[in-house]
Every structure is written in C-alpha cells, then in structure tokens.
C-alpha cells in the first residue's frame, strides 16, 4: 500500500527502475508517458519474487511452489534472476534496523534458537550488526545463528535451502546485483505508527516511482482504499503515484480495472499464486496487465516470452481464440471464455 494522506501502515511498492527520476509532468500531474518505458518495449515484464522465487517452508513433497533453491532475498537469489535474460525485475523487502540501516527480509520477525529455546525478535528492533549474524556468514570466522521461520498455522520449521547465501542491505544489493536488472521493492513499515505522508510522499516520489499495493478486494481491511482495485487507482489518481500492485485474483475478478488504468496512464502488476500458472497468467497478458511477479521464474518467464511468438497458434489455447492478434484485439466476451478456464484456481485462497 503507498502513501496517501496518513495511513497506519505503508506499504509502498516502490519502481521497476529504482531511483529513476520521474518524467515530466502535466499540467494535471500525471507523467506525458508511461512511467515504466520498458513496459512499451517488452510486452508482459516478469519480475522474480523475493529474487528466484520465495523459500516455501514446510511446502509438503510435490508442491507446485516449495522452497526455493537459493535463499530468498539474497545476493545469491538476486544475481540467479538477472541470468536470466527474460526477467527484467527483481522483488525484494526492505526494513530499517534499530540503527537506520535497511536491510533486505520479509518477515516482520525473524527466529532462532539455542539450547532448544526459540528466540523471537522484531527486525526494525534489532541492530544491523546483531540483523547480520542470523544465518551463513559472509565472514567464516563468525559464529551464526540457525534460522527458523514461523508459518501462519503457527508452526516454527527450520529454515533450510540447497543453496545458503548470508543476509544483506540494501546497499550491498544495490552495489552488487547487475545494474540492468530492475528493482520493485516494497518497504514494510510498523502497523502501529502513523507516518505522515507529506514529506514521506514527497520524498519517494524524489528518486522513486511509487505504486500502491492493494489486495484487489481479496481480503477485507479497515482502510477502505486497500478493498477494491478500483480504489486503489482512485487513490492512485488523486496522489499521482505511478500504478497498482494488486493480488492478481483481484484482476481477474475485475477486468474492467485494466482499462480504467491505461485511461490513467498507469501501470498494472500483479502478485500471487496463480502468477505460477501459465493460463492465468496468459489471461493477464491478454488482458493488458503491464507485469506479473512470480516464484517460478525459469518457467514463467519462458511461458510469458512463447506468448508473443507467432506460432503460439499452435498451442492448446488456438482452439479458442486467435493468438496472433495483439491483446488490445481481444473482446470482453473472448477474455470472459479464458477467464472461465480456470474458476477454481481464482476462488483457491493464498
């Protein structure tokens, strides 16, 4: 969620193009172009969760999404999907540590344990140097701490990968990871203060595209402006931020919401499990959705480039519609059929 008026908790997707400038503006405040260049000249981006995909702990044997094989939201993660050439972003989470310092990790707590007694911490209350002693160390002469990961039925589960990679800051991401590969990063901050968002606001808007992150209706809030799709291009509007973030289910349920975008001049990209399924994201890229963000990176990213491919014609979906016209060509009717194909997957919780 971005930063309007006062909200109780910010949760600013900030750009593909990190600290890019923003274009001219208009007399009425919104960019003369697409905020996103690249989005013209790629068609559908793909961006990697959390680097190659987010570390589903617990992830029962089979699992179409189980843990990622390197560490999510490491360097190690990061420079995996700028090897791929069809990934043009790189999703991360940003905290700030006790001592300003921000760092990359999702979780609002992070766990350990020692002699069989399990610590639990706040990230934002740890300093950077006690932040960076969980886990493999860059320096082999430290002593780390296991890291454990809590899922939401509450079970606490070793947090384990193939491929171990040591916590790191923004800096170092910034330093490190290839400077053609974009970043989307969503800064968490504490859902018990109040940030007043003028000078915040102002102060992203500076260096940084900001897009708002919505549910899409999906899930009830409080804050009204988090419900809808069609609220959050409202809110999008009325402080001239660049685009919408949403969960994608919220898309697919509200196709009419795409268009209201590119009205706007804003961009539209979407998160979730079913951004792991090549149909549903095909639906996206015919509806006009400028980016999805995914787990499966190898193998979205290689779906999403076959889509614009003129033999795509061939494929299982020829029977229903003419692949070879570009997604603008695509009536409502057309995109209601291909919406129908995979009902049960819309409705399957998170």
């Given at each position: 969620m971005a930063l309007p008026a006062t909200t109780p908790r910010a949760a600013a997707r900030c750009p593909i193009a990190a600290c890019a400038p923003t274009p001219p503006v208009t007399a009425g405040g919104r960019p003369r172009e697409l905020p996103?260049?690249?989005?013209?000249?790629?068609?559908?981006?793909v961006g990697g969760h959390r680097g190659m995909g987010m570390n589903a702990v617990g992830a029962p044997p089979g699992a179409r999404v189980g843990a990622a094989r390197e560490r999510e939201n490491t360097l190690l993660?990061?420079?995996?999907?700028?090897?791929?050439?069809?990934?043009?972003?790189?999703?991360?989470?940003?905290?700030?540590?006790?001592?300003?310092?921000p760092v990359i990790f999702h979780d609002d707590f992070i766990l350990t344990q020692k002699t069989e007694v399990l610590y639990e911490m706040r990230v934002t209350d740890l300093l950077l140097?006690?932040?960076?002693?969980?886990?493999?160390?860059?320096?082999?002469?430290?002593?780390?701490?296991?890291?454990?990961?809590?899922?939401?039925?509450?079970?606490?589960?070793?947090?384990?990968?193939?491929?171990?990679?040591?916590?790191?800051?923004?800096?170092?991401?910034?330093?490190?990871?290839?400077?053609?590969l974009g970043?989307?990063?969503?800064?968490?901050?504490?859902?018990?203060?109040?940030?007043?968002?003028?000078?915040?606001?102002?102060a992203l808007q500076a260096v940084l595209?900001?897009?708002?992150?919505?549910?899409?209706?999906t899930a009830k809030h409080d804050d009204t402006r988090r419900n809808s799709l069609d609220n959050a291009i409202h809110v999008c509007q009325e402080y001239d931020l660049h685009g919408v973030v949403s969960e994608v289910r919220g898309v697919l349920k509200n196709p009419s919401a795409i268009l209201k975008a590119q009205e706007s001049n804003l961009a539209i990209l979407t998160y979730g499990q079913l951004n792991n399924v090549r149909e549903a994201v095909y639906v996206q890229y015919l509806m006009g959705v400028n980016g999805v963000i995914v787990d499966l990176v190898e193998e979205i990213s290689n779906a999403v480039a076959d889509f614009s491919k003129p033999d795509l014609g061939q494929s299982t979906f020829s029977n229903s519609v003419d692949i070879g016209r570009k997604h603008e060509s695509f009536s409502q009717q057309q995109l209601g059929f291909l919406l129908r194909l995979i009902p049960e997957l819309i409705q399957q919780p998170h």
């Open positions: 996103f260049a690249l989005l013209a000249e790629r068609g559908m981006m993660s990061f420079g995996r999907a700028a090897e791929h050439a069809a990934v043009a972003f790189v999703e991360f989470d940003v905290q700030v540590t006790k001592d300003g310092c140097e006690e932040f960076l002693s969980y886990g493999v160390q860059k320096e082999p002469h430290k002593v780390s701490k296991p890291l454990l990961r809590r899922m939401e039925d509450g079970r606490v589960l070793t947090w384990s990968t193939e491929e171990d990679d040591y916590l790191c800051t923004l800096q170092e991401v910034f330093e490190h990871v290839s400077p053609h970043f989307n990063i969503e800064l968490k901050f504490d859902d018990n203060i109040i940030y007043p968002s003028v000078n915040l606001n102002r595209q900001v897009l708002f992150l919505t549910e899409g209706g």
